[in-house]
Structure formats: C-alpha cells, structure tokens
Antibody, heavy 116, light 110 residues
Framework: EVQLVASGGGLVKPGGSLRLSCAAS????????MNWVRQAPGKGLEWVSS????????YYADSVKGRFTISRDNAKNSLSLQMNSLRADDTAVYYC?????????WGQGTLVTVSS | QSVLTQPPSVSAAPGQKVTISCSGS????????VSWYQRLPGTAPKLLIY???KRPSGIPDRFSGSKSGTSATLGITGLQTGDEADYYC???????????FGGGTKLTVL
C-alpha cells in the first residue's frame, strides 16, 4: 500500500523558516517524480514544487521561487521542503504527492500556519 | 486566479448525472494529459481520472473523463450522497513548467 506521511508543520512567525518532510513507503520511491501541493483555508489546490527521480529537474511555483527548496533522499525514501521567509499567505495544508504525468497518490497533509 | 477554469459549483439529485467542465489553453490541456481529483471533506485528494479518460483501479465506472481541444470534462452518473465533494482538474502546463489546477467545483447532491 502506498503511504506518504508528511510532517514538520506548525505555527511560525512571518519571516521564519520551517522544514517539511515526507516519508514514503509501499512503492519504489526512486522511480517516481514527487511533488508538494498546498491548499490554503477556503481555497483550491495550489502546486508548490516538483522534483524528478534524480533531482535533475526541479520546478517551483512563482509564488515560492527563491524562498522554498525541494529535495529528496532516495536512499531514505524521503522528500523534503525547506521553507524560508514565510509569509501569511503561505498558510496552508501541505500535501506530499507522488507522480509526474499524473499525481496519483497524496499524503494526509501537514498544516503550516504563518502568523505573529 | 487559476490557470484552469472550473464552475464553482454544480448540483443534481441522487441518481442523476452531472458534468464538470475544465477549460485551459494550448500549453496546458491541449498538449498534456488531464487528471481529475475528488476531495471529500477532511481528506486528501484522490485520483479519479488520469490520461484524460482512464480510471485507476477501484474507481467505479460511474466516473468518466473526456477531453476536446482546450477543455476537459468529468462526468458522474448515478449520483450518490457520498459523491458530495470538491472536484479538481489538473495538468502539467508546458509553457509554465508547472502543474496547474482548476479552482475546484463543489458538487452538491440534493
């Protein structure tokens, strides 16, 4: 069974940093592109970032470019998102999600709240 | 404002059929595969349709997808109260080098 367990969310002040992690199991992690997708309260889904199997192709939404860094460790079946210079509009549930051509599995999400 | 455009809400009675549209552009829908997702309250999104019209195992054939030009459509027949959820279309946009989603459509089964 595919499992994606995100962690690391919490309350942080504007301008602060947070690192999200995603533990993957039940599939060959090193064979899949991975993503972070977020959903702000009352809003729709917003793609944040993608990383290919070898970390050679990395993409970011314009809204997070220069502030967020995605990375993966295929040996540990883990995905990370380093978030710096956080703003109030980064407040959202962050989902770790598998897939390139289609995003086929989503983790349960971790809540990030940016507030003073 | 989302790159893909969906109606904010649709509604129909139990047992009826509903369609949800998703409008995009040549760099998104036309040249890439469209996926559809169901988000039940309090849960993570779930893949319903991929490659425009394919269903993952376990998804009933009441759910269908199609694509024509710059638009895609999700169809749901035999509506059940358990189908009440938010539905999102999504695809890779080649010009943006980004995944894009529709704004979501809230389905109400009256």
């Amino acid at each position: 069974e595919v499992q994606l367990v995100a962690s690391g969310g919490g309350l942080v002040k504007p301008g602060g940093s947070l690192r999200l992690s995603c533990a993957a199991s039940g599939f060959i992690f090193s064979s899949y592109t991975m993503n972070w997708v977020r959903q702000a309260p009352g809003k729709g889904l917003e793609w944040v970032s993608s990383i290919d199997v070898g970390s050679d192709y990395i993409y970011y939404a314009d809204s997070v470019k220069g502030r967020f860094t995605i990375s993966r460790d295929n040996a540990k079946n883990s995905l990370s998102l380093q978030m710096n210079s956080l703003r109030a509009d980064d407040t959202a549930v962050y989902y770790c999600a598998r897939g390139g051509r289609e995003i086929d599995y989503w983790g349960q999400g971790t809540l990030v709240t940016v507030s003073s | 404002q989302s790159v893909l455009t969906q109606p904010p809400s649709v509604s129909a009675a139990p047992g009826q059929k509903v369609t949800i549209s998703c409008s995009g552009s040549s760099s998104s829908i036309v040249n890439n595969y469209v996926s559809w997702y169901q988000r039940l309250p309090g849960t993570a999104p779930k893949l319903l349709i991929y490659d425009n019209n394919k269903r993952p195992s376990g998804i009933p054939d009441r759910f269908s997808g199609s694509k024509s030009g710059t638009s895609a459509t999700l169809g749901i027949t035999g509506l059940q109260t358990g189908d009440e959820a938010d539905y999102y279309c999504g695809t890779w946009d080649s010009s943006l080098s980004a995944w894009v989603f529709g704004g979501g459509t809230k389905l109400t089964v009256l």
